[in-house]
């Protein structure tokens, strides 16, 4: 007989809840790929989450080997060894992360009052993710923490330990069928290990790594760390993790950098090391200004990482890029999608500017944001001009089209056909 556990997982409601996320995951991912399939799997979503609800029932489901990717990392050296998988295997696995989510027995490993990444809102929480830990640092300075110094764990995903982390959940769990289950979950094969050729012993194949871009990866990291967090927050230290990034506040600079090596001892008997690239080689005054998960924070002021407000306003040009271009394709004979034409066009960079802004909600340098609408406002005027020129001399039945607008006249129609006999009798 299936285990309450198991049948949770197994549940329509689980698994529609869980389509819902990998969806909407899925629509935000800039791989065409991935946008397809879900697309392909949207258009009967219920009749295949019945099916995959089937299989899980007869426990006739299979975890079909995914495929590895190799991801050039920004700073060129070495690569991100991502592992795409399935559409139905990112349901189950989002089912299974939902189901531990609700565990009594693993709620010190989802609410963490050190680890910020990962961690699912709770009903009590005012917020969660980067602002949340980013007011955590700010309550840090307030408490008198004068001094701080940042780190990142170097290819994090890749040592982490999956008997190791089994094991723990397995003493909180006590559930034989159901740790099957997760053990066939986080288990890595990949259907394309020889192309990768040198690349191939990155991937999380063996015991020790987990497939990055898995749904269970955050929480494997965060139950690894979760000892980690509670050692380096004893005493007069303050450490906020966030993944694989984490940040050290102390009332000196003495005490943040002996906290700092206790954190390399501690990561050195995991297996794991910082990077020396992106940790400090000493610690700073609060006061100089520094920086943590994209956010600085300056004397008073925070805002967006200028890395962040370069990238935001490189996809805004990218994104009145990709309409100039389609107008030009137009009045070449091309034809116009909606999705790039003015209004689509307007529509995906006001998207932009939306979901930007509320990321950052929580930042009070209104100069930074004032100085970035008048930017912003350039690029909207050079895209309306270049509109405006674009649409001299186009023929007035093909204008429309250029606005992202469909005549009456261009739309397909099934008429009518009025009855012979009545006509001849006209």
């Known amino acids: 007989m299936a285990t309450a556990l198991i049948k949770n997982v197994r549940t329509l409601r689980s698994l529609e809840a869980a389509w819902r996320n990998v ?34 029932v007869h426990n006739s489901f299979k975890f079909p080997p995914a495929r590895g990717v190799p991801v050039a990392k920004s700073n060129k050296i070495g690569i991100r060894p991502l592992v795409i998988t399935d559409i139905e295997t990112r ?8 189901t531990m989510q609700g ?29 949340a830990a980013i007011k955590a640092v700010l309550d840090a300075i307030s408490a008198g923490s004068r001094y701080v110094a940042c780190a990142d764990i170097t ?38 290990l020889q192309a990768l050729r040198g690349h191939a012993d990155r991937f999380p194949t063996e015991d020790i790594g987990v497939a990055q871009g898995s749904a269970l990866s955050p929480m494997l990291g965060n139950i690894t760390l979760a000892k980690f967090d509670l050692h380096m927050n004893e005493g007069d230290c303050r450490c906020l993790r966030y993944i694989d990034d984490f940040i050290v ?13 206790l954190a390399k001892d501690i990561l050195g008997r995991l297996g794991m090391q910082l990077s020396s690239e992106k940790t400090s080689a000493h610690a700073i005054s609060v006061s100089k200004g520094f920086e943590f998960l994209g956010i600085e924070l300056n004397n008073g002021l925070i805002r967006p990482a200028q890395k962040a407000r370069e990238k ?80 001299r001399g186009v023929r007035q039945e093909r204008a429309p089209a250029m606005l992202g607008l469909e005549l009456l006249s261009m739309q397909e129609r099934d008429p009518f056909i009025w009855p012979k006999t009545l006509a001849k009798a006209a």
């Open 91 to 98: 349901i189950v696995q989002r089912a299974i992360l939902d």
């Open 249 to 261: 506040l102390g009332y000196s600079a003495a005490s943040v950098m002996d906290r700092l090596q």
């Open 23 to 56: 969806r909407s995951n899925g629509f935000s991912s800039k791989s065409p790929d991935i946008q397809k399939q879900i697309r392909q799997f949207d258009e009967d979503a219920y009749g295949k989450l019945r099916s995959l609800q089937a299989r899980l």
């Open 312 to 391: 935001f306003l490189a996809d805004v040009r990218e994104t009145f890029s990709r309409g100039r271009k389609a107008l030009i394709a137009y009045r070449n004979g091309q034809p116009l999608p909606k999705s790039v034409a003015l209004l689509g066009t307007l529509r995906r960079v006001d998207g932009l500017v939306q979901g930007w802004g509320k990321h950052y909600r929580f930042c009070n340098d209104e100069r930074c944001f004032s100085n970035l609408d008048t930017e912003l406002q350039r690029l909207i005027g050079d895209y309306l001009g270049f509109y405006a020129h674009s649409r």
């Open 103 to 131: 565990l009594v027995p693993l709620q010190p490993f989802f609410r963490n009052p050190y680890s910020f990444g990962g961690i699912k809102r709770g009903q009590e929480d005012e917020m969660a993710a980067v602002p």
């Open 155 to 192: 290819a994090f995903f890749t040592r982490i330990s999956k008997s190791a982390v089994a094991d723990l959940v397995a003493e909180a769990v006590d559930d034989p069928d159901f740790m099957a289950l997760f053990h066939r979950a986080i288990h890595v094969e990949l259907s394309n």
